[in-house]
């Protein structure tokens, strides 16, 4: 069983800049994929960020230029580094991680943007 612990949300005015945290414990053997989903108020979730065992990244055309993904292999970590924020960005943000054949969910970390 794989455990996430996210961190790092909070309040930010637009412009300002944050960067969420998500540690994958329980010793996951192999992770394939770890990404990062986010749900505003009344609306659906949605890819924020992903990347792929080899480094290859994908990104939501609304955070490119804006947002960074990066994995740290050696604490089984991904970051995302948000810069520029605005107040769409503003919603609850998930951590993903697919250990094949299961996937796991992070409880979410609260990003508020005021405009």
């Known amino acids: 069983q794989v455990q996430l612990l996210e961190s790092g949300g909070g309040l930010v005015q637009a412009g300002g800049s944050l960067r969420l945290s998500c540690a994958a414990s329980g010793s996951p053997s192999s992770i394939n994929t770890m990404g990062w989903y986010r749900q505003a108020p009344g609306k659906q979730r949605e890819l924020v960020a992903t990347i792929i065992s080899g480094g290859r990244t994908i990104y939501a055309d609304s955070v490119k230029g804006r947002f960074t993904i990066s994995w740290d292999n050696a604490k089984n970590t991904v970051y995302l580094q948000m810069n520029s924020l605005k107040a769409e960005d503003t919603a609850v943000y998930y951590c993903?991680?697919?250990?094949?054949?299961?996937?796991?969910w992070g409880k979410g970390t609260l990003v508020t943007v005021s405009s």
């Open positions: 993903k991680v697919i250990v094949l054949p299961m996937t796991y």
